[in-house]
């Protein structure tokens, strides 16, 4: 991984550049794993050349902002810790590449994360997991605009919400006009162990082509009684029993970050006890 001063992009009007202090990042052979760690204020611009496989681990603090170019048949798998503060994220992905977003968020904050697929089959996918507790209150954004034809998204997103706390998702599918042949898919599901806490989950379409496939669904429910039953009639005691049911409840997305989600997960499952 090389740092730079100075990276020519070209990223469309479609980029809103923000201001602030920039740390630009040029990836021009394949990596296994690039640190990003933005801090307040600060926006990081991250350039992976074609062909280029890499994975991005970020953990980050305050209000900031990383910005991703991925030229032809890139391929990054960016993972990331949102536990306080803004995150803004953006990928521009142009033809074949492809992006893997995993994001696990806990406690106060806001995260919006936006991929723009604006070639021939560019492929996005966004996993991500919400826990709520105490008072907290996050708000989870992903939008998946497509504007290359043949190009593919899925966002899979799931929610566990105790105390008082409260959640919003917004998931957002937008097709262009020029947009032939696309996939799309988003799903969020949500537990609720609490009768106080709350959450809004809102998937949208805005399809502008008649020639996609494209779908959407939520699921809002409490722990099911016939797996806490299952445990209890083992002689496992009800909150060690709910910490296994939320595990496995997240474990389809904390897997996929490999030794990365071995540490949220024990973050998550100390929230809980």
């Known amino acids: 991984m090389d740092v730079v001063q100075e990276v020519e992009t ?6 809103e550049k923000p201001s602030g202090k920039e740390v630009v990042v040029h990836v021009q052979e394949n990596s296994d794993v690039v640190l990003v760690s933005p801090s307040d204020g600060e926006r990081v611009t991250i350039l992976v050349d ?7 681990f970020e953990e980050g603090s305050g209000t900031y902002t990383v910005d991703i170019l991925c030229k032809d048949n890139a391929n990054v798998r960016y993972y990331s810790k949102t536990t306080t503060g803004s995150a803004k994220r953006f990928c521009y992905l142009e033809r074949d590449a492809s992006i893997f977003w995993i994001d696990a968020t806990y406690g106060t904050a806001k995260v919006a994360v936006t991929s723009y697929l604006a070639d021939k089959g560019a492929d996005a996918e966004f996993h991500s997991v919400f826990l709520g507790s105490g008072s907290h209150t996050f708000s989870v954004t992903s939008k998946m605009i497509h504007a290359g034809s043949h190009s593919t ?21 937008r097709i262009l006009p020029e947009a032939k042949g696309c996939d799309a898919y988003q799903k969020e599901d949500t537990l609720l162990l ?10 949208n379409l805005e399809i502008s082509n008649e020639d996609v496939r494209c779908s959407h669904g ?14 209890l009639s083992r002689g496992i005691p009800k909150k060690e029993a709910v910490q296994l049911i939320v595990q496995g409840f997240f474990d389809e997305i904390l897997d996929g970050m490999q030794e990365h989600g071995t540490g ?6 100390q929230v809980i006890a």
């Open 10 to 15: 070209t990223f469309p009007d479609v980029w």
């Open 153 to 173: 998204s899925n966002m899979v997103s799931r929610a566990v919400m105790l105390g008082k706390s409260k959640g919003n998702y917004e998931g957002l599918i």
């Open 194 to 203: 609490s009768p106080e806490a709350h959450m809004d989950a809102t998937p």
């Open 264 to 269: 949220i997960r024990k973050d998550i499952l």
């Open 50 to 56: 074609k062909n280029v496989e890499v994975v991005f």
């Open 218 to 231: 939520v699921s809002l429910g409490q722990v099911d009684d016939e797996k806490l039953f299952y445990f």
